[in-house]
């Protein structure tokens, strides 16, 4: 009985000091490891959440500071970039005009790129192209509307005619606003770079075709009123026809400052025209005018603005010096003399629209 006992407690003591040893060597490996990590023992409950808070601090302020600065930084550098960019056109915007020998037919691509970068560039470059282009051997361009009238009577709906009201008011706006009607001489003068010291600042050439009787009984009292000068083309084979001017008015029209020249015998489609029949057309009506009206009459005014080769070929071989098409814009030195454009005048259309018109540049 006594000896159970006693085995019980030795064994008791036995397991505790075991126990104890292994605790012991438990906690000595522990702490080992722990120190080696870098940790201390003590307060080795509270580190794991020391740990995990330093951990997520670490990795909550890198990827939102970090970002951050590289975003910001990122977002710095294009700014000084794009204020370089428009830059560099302007750098070399200088060296555009420093060609200027080039022709402007060639100069005129160029600048398109740089046009197209800054518009506000263009104005600039336009300027240096008239400005560059001036002091070259080519002479410089010269425009002048030349406006486009036919019958001056009143014909609701038929853009051809104009009313004397709306021409009136027309030829009110020119006065007004420093336009100055020229002859034919004085326009050949200016487009010739003849006179030009002397020319007036806003020219334009006033042209009536057809003959029309119209012309002599409402056009002329009205530009004689404002003292503008204009330039009629004629076709003599119909001066004996209803409606169009006889010999004596044109003669009188020619006195009071109007200008005589040819539009065809009998107002034909040329192109429709043998050589021969196109040459009789032109010259014969040259003849006529200038043999009544003892005058030069030799600038050709196309009828219905056709021609072809043989058209040009005979005005050029016989002398005529210019030639007035229906193809729309100012009559320029830039243009073929046998190719002179003009601005048509419809009857129909506002002052509004012709001030438009006549403001356009080709
Ligand atoms: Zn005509």
């Known amino acids: 009985m006594v000896g159970v006992p006693m085995n019980y407690q030795r064994k008791r003591i036995l397991i505790y000091s075991v126990l104890a040893g292994l605790f012991t060597i438990l906690l000595l490996l522990v702490s080992i490891g722990l120190s080696s990590s870098g940790y201390r023992l003590w307060g080795s409950s509270a580190a794991p959440a020391l740990v995990d808070y330093q951990v997520d601090a670490q990795i909550d302020e890198s990827p939102s500071q970090a970002p951050v600065e590289v975003y910001t930084f990122v977002e710095d550098k294009p700014v000084p970039s794009l204020e370089i960019t428009p830059d560099l056109p302007l750098i070399e915007e200088p060296k555009l005009p420093a060609a200027s020998t080039v022709t402007l037919d060639t100069y005129v691509p160029v600048p398109a790129p740089v046009l197209a970068a800054t518009p506000s560039a263009a104005s600039e470059i336009k300027g240096t192209i008239q400005s560059t282009t001036k002091p070259a051997p080519m002479p410089s361009k010269i425009s002048i509307p030349v406006l486009n009238y036919h019958s001056v009577t009143i014909d609701p709906g038929n853009v051809v005619v104009i009313s004397p009201a709306k ?61 503008f000068p204009a330039t009629l083309f004629i076709s003599p084979g119909t001066s004996d026809q209803e409606g169009y001017l006889n010999w004596e008015q044109i003669k009188k029209m020619q006195e009071a400052g109007w200008d005589i020249q040819p539009h065809g015998m009998t107002h ?37 603005g056709e021609y072809n080769k043989t058209t040009l070929k005979l005005l050029k071989d016989h002398g005529f010096r210019y030639a007035f098409t229906i193809e729309q814009g100012y009559a320029t030195n830039q243009q073929s003399p046998y190719l002179l454009k003009r601005l048509f005048i419809n009857g129909e259309e506002s002052l509004k629209s012709f001030i438009r018109k006549l403001s356009t540049h080709d």
């Open 268 to 304: 034909p489609h040329l192109p429709q025209l043998s050589a021969d029949q196109q040459a009789y057309e032109i010259l014969e009506a040259r003849k006529q005018i200038e043999e009544k009206l003892g005058t030069k009459a030799d600038v050709y005014c196309y009828p219905y």
């Open 167 to 227: 021409l009136e008011e027309q030829l009110a706006y020119l006065h007004n606003h420093g336009f100055t009607p020229v002859s034919l001489t004085t326009f050949i003068s200016l487009i010739e770079g003849k006179g030009v010291e002397a020319a007036p600042e806003k020219p334009v050439l006033l042209t009536f075709d057809d003959g029309y009787i119209d012309n002599y009984e409402q056009a002329m009292p009205l530009l004689t009123k404002y003292s």
